[in-house]
Structure formats: structure tokens, C-alpha cells
């Protein structure tokens, strides 16, 4: 559904559904992408590219144009399969591939997270290493004059655990090193860093920037398959801690 509501529309909200919401070129929710419990992964869907009829194109938003994305990976695992798998099996093998993104672990604005079809493909590869990194503002629990958690996530996006992470934090030029151990293959791991509250009222807004720093050194030979996950950045403002009544 694309009316920016806290509720999933059915039929995606029916039982034995995937619900299918869609994100930017960012991977970042979209504003008018419905909200709920019942969603189950994220995909593209704003701008993309679709041909009309008469040899033309166009561009197409919604949560319509993220569909097709995930339908189109569920029928690739299907077709690979050769017909043992039902399709219910393919449609939770594509969700549980998916990169974990805003809140860690499934969540109501982007489900499992967002469709990655190079790890549905390679799920059985060994020796794949990949990790890749997120944060996420907590809000809810916050009492006023309460320093601001943001949760640093690692997810294991490769085929084998990952027994240490290093990864560097910095918050208004202080500069943090954490370490996420054990990671095994599919598991998003976090720990919390803190913004301070007198810092915030004083600037207004404070960003966070984060990078993966060091990987596994054993049997880590061939580098990590996809780096361009391994470094981002959030802004706490302090008008949307006010907004959250905090």
C-alpha cells in the first residue's frame, strides 16, 4: 500500500503473503510505503525503469514496482530448483537473504530487509566474507536529558562466521573502536554508541558516521566480496528526538 499509514493493505496483509515495500536507490523507506507487522522484505521502488506499449518507457514509484523484483527472484530460485520446492519455500529463502537495513532484525518499515539476489544465489558458496553495516536512532526508550543510543549493526552477509569485527565510530570528532565477535552467516549483531544530550541542544544536530575497520584474519583471504557496504553515516536531529516526545 501506498498510503504512508501504519498499516499493511491487504491482500499483503493476509497470512502466507509476502508483503513486498519498497525503498529508494539508498535503500531508504520511502514516505508513502504502508508500515506493519506483516511486512516481509523491501525492493526498489521509486523511479524505476518500465516499458510501455509502442516501444516506450517511463519510470514507476509505489510499492506496485517493488513486486515485481521480489516475484521475479522467487521465480529464479523456483526455476534453479526444478520443481521440489514449493513456492512458499522460495518466497522465505528470498526474505531470509535479504540485507537487514534500518531497525536490526526484521522490522515494520522494511520486513527481513532489502532484496539482495547475489546472496539467494550464493547461499550455498563456501567461503564467501561479507559483512555490511548500519545504525539505527532509538528513540523509545529515551527520557529527557537521556544521552541518544544509536545502534551500530553488523550483519554476517557471507557464508562463513565471522569471528571478529572491528569497527570504527565517530561522534563530533571522537573517535570509538568496537568489536562485534561471533557472527555467524545471516545474523546482524549491534552495539550501542551514545550522542550526548547537551551536545545535541547545543548544535542541533549531530551525525554519527561509522566504517567496518577490520575483518577476520583467518581463512579471510580473499577481502571482503562487497566493500561498499562497509561505511555510512545517520544524523541525530534534535527536532525529530522533540517529535518523538522524548
Not at 545502534?151 to 562463513?160: A, L
Request: charged residues 20%; hydrophobic residues 35%; neutral net charge.
Amino acid at each position: 500500500g501506498n498510503d504512508g499509514s501504519d498499516s499493511v493493505s491487504y491482500p499483503a496483509r493476509y497470512s502466507g503473503v509476502t508483503a513486498v515495500t519498497a525503498v529508494d536507490a539508498a535503500e531508504q523507506h520511502l514516505y508513502f510505503a504502508n508500515k506493519g507487522k506483516e511486512v516481509s522484505i523491501a525492493a526498489p521502488g521509486y523511479g524505476v525503469a518500465v516499458a510501455l506499449p509502442g516501444r516506450s518507457n517511463s519510470l514507476f514509484s509505489g510499492t506496485s514496482a517493488a513486486v515485481p523484483f521480489v516475484s521475479g527472484a522467487v521465480a529464479v530460485v523456483l526455476s534453479i530448483d526444478g520443481g521440489k520446492m514449493k513456492p512458499a519455500e522460495a518466497a522465505a529463502i528470498v526474505c531470509k537473504y535479504s540485507n537487514d537495513i534500518g531497525e536490526p532484525g526484521k522490522d515494520p518499515e522494511s520486513g527481513s530487509g532489502t532484496l539482495n539476489m547475489a546472496r539467494v544465489m550464493s547461499r550455498d558458496r563456501a567461503g564467501i566474507y561479507d559483512a555490511g553495516i548500519g545504525a539505527y536512532i532509538r528513540t523509545s526508550d529515551i527520557r529527557e536529558n537521556e544521552d541518544i543510543p544509536v545502534e551500530i549493526y553488523v550483519q554476517n552477509r557471507g557464508t562463513e562466521k565471522l569471528d571478529s569485527v572491528g569497527v570504527r565510530v565517530e561522534i563530533g570528532g571522537k573517535v570509538q573502536e568496537l568489536s562485534l565477535d561471533g557472527i555467524a552467516p545471516g545474523v546482524t549483531s549491534k552495539k550501542a554508541v551514545y550522542v550526548s544530550r547537551s551536545g545535541l541542544d547545543r548544535t542541533g544536530a549531530v551525525t554519527v558516521s561509522y566504517m567496518i575497520s577490520e575483518m577476520p584474519k583467518n581463512g579471510y583471504k580473499s577481502g571482503d566480496i562487497n566493500p561498499s557496504d562497509n561505511i555510512g553515516s545517520i544524523t541525530v536531529r534534535r527536532v525529530a528526538i522533540e517529535n518523538s516526545g522524548k
